[in-house]
């Protein structure tokens, strides 16, 4: 892989806590062998994050469906979440964590893709099971990695 050194910024060290060691041993194998620096955005996920990502692209009804407080509706943004249970993610118990790349450029999926060769090869290094949100059939979710 890549000659360039990259490490783990403090906050994004800050964002692994809480999360399961073995994701988070990936995570920092990752940065040692990517061709692309990146940064951890969200680790353990707080249940009022979970009302906000839910909210995001469903309405007031939607939400106050599902328990969330309407006041999270954003039917206007984009959905960021595919999940029935607004508090069923992996990031709630720490089984997950989103990263991207770093400068941050959402539109350039080559660098989500750089991120994900490293990441599937520290885990294949490290004999750790997991999952590229960016390899999903129904709906892609590119800067996340979960332990399955």
Same mark, same amino acid.
């Given at each position: 892989?890549?000659?360039?050194?990259?490490?783990?910024?403090?906050?994004?060290?800050?964002?692994?806590?809480?999360?399961?060691? &073995?994701?988070?041993?990936?995570?920092?194998?990752?940065?040692?062998?990517?061709?692309?620096?990146?940064?951890?955005?969200? =680790?353990?996920?707080?249940?009022?994050?979970?009302?906000? &990502?839910? =909210?995001?692209?469903? /309405?007031? *009804?939607?939400? #106050?469906?599902?328990?969330? *407080?309407?006041?999270?509706?954003?039917?206007?943004?984009?959905?960021?979440?595919?999940?029935?249970?607004?508090?069923?993610?992996?990031?709630? #118990?720490?089984?997950?964590?989103?990263?991207?790349?770093?400068?941050?450029?959402? &539109?350039?999926? /080559? #660098?989500?893709?750089?991120?994900?060769?490293?990441?599937?090869?520290?885990?294949?290094?490290?004999?750790?099971?997991?999952?590229?949100? =960016?390899?999903?059939?129904?709906? #892609?979710?590119?800067?996340?990695?979960?332990?399955?």
């Amino acid at each position: 892989m890549s000659d360039k050194k990259y490490v783990l910024s403090k906050l994004s060290l800050s964002r692994l806590e809480g999360v399961h060691p &073995n994701l988070v041993q990936i995570v920092k194998r990752a940065i040692q062998i990517t061709d692309q620096d990146f940064m951890v955005v969200e =680790g353990v996920r707080t249940r009022e994050q979970c009302m906000i &990502n839910w =909210g995001k692209g469903r /309405t007031a *009804a939607q939400c #106050k469906a599902r328990g969330i *407080a309407e006041k999270y509706a954003q039917p206007t943004l984009a959905k960021v979440t595919s999940l029935s249970d607004p508090f069923a993610s992996k990031h709630v #118990k720490g089984h997950a964590v989103d990263l991207v790349p770093w400068q941050i450029d959402w &539109n350039d999926l /080559t #660098k989500f893709k750089a991120i994900s060769i490293a990441m599937k090869q520290a885990a294949k290094d490290l004999g750790i099971s997991m999952a590229w949100g =960016g390899d999903w059939k129904s709906f #892609k979710d590119y800067p996340h990695y979960e332990l399955v």
